[in-house]
């Protein structure tokens, strides 16, 4: 759990400096123009909200000793984390298809630098679902292992706040 506090303060301040980053260049000059927010992002905030809910279902199947619903909401999470992975993927290119690349104009150099910080994040967030996967379906998940799960939620859920968070820098500041 100690180890959580720690990755989640440094992801914090690595997204706390680009928020910086980025009001500090958006009041620099006038070549700043809004980057558009592909309607994808929308559906990708509840793939991402939904997969929220999956995992806490999972986590309270697996209190009350359902282990099968366990596997199967957190393989529903697993999988919707996949989905917005390739929504994000999706929005990227209408972005490009727009003509909005990574080097157009600041703010869609800090839309694409935010939005593929949190997709890095979110493959770590993977990693450990897909590990809690992989013990769940080996029938592994003792004791010792409710930790982890917590850990993973904990992390997801979490991503969850920084997307919402991103959304509404995109949608105000954008």
Known sequence: MTGLLVLLAASVMLFAAFTSAFF?????SNDWVDTPIPSILWVNT???????LAIE????ALR????VWFNRYWTAATLLG??????QYLAWRQLNAAGFYLATNP??????????????HLLGG???????????LMLRLGPGKRTAIDVSAYFWHF??????????LFFFWG
């Open 126 to 136: 993977m990693s450990a679902l897909g590990y809690i996967e992989v013990e769940a």
């Open 46 to 52: 509840g793939v991402l909200l939904v997969s929220s």
């Open 159 to 168: 991503l969850d706040a920084i997307w919402i968070y991103l959304m509404a």
């Open 82 to 87: 996949v989905v917005f992975l390739g929504g």
């Open 64 to 67: 009350s000793g359902k282990r």
């Open 107 to 120: 703010s869609s150099s800090f839309f694409f630098l935010l939005t593929c910080a949190h997709a890095v």
């Open 57 to 60: 279902l999972a986590r309270r």
């Open 24 to 28: 500090v260049r958006r009041g620099m």
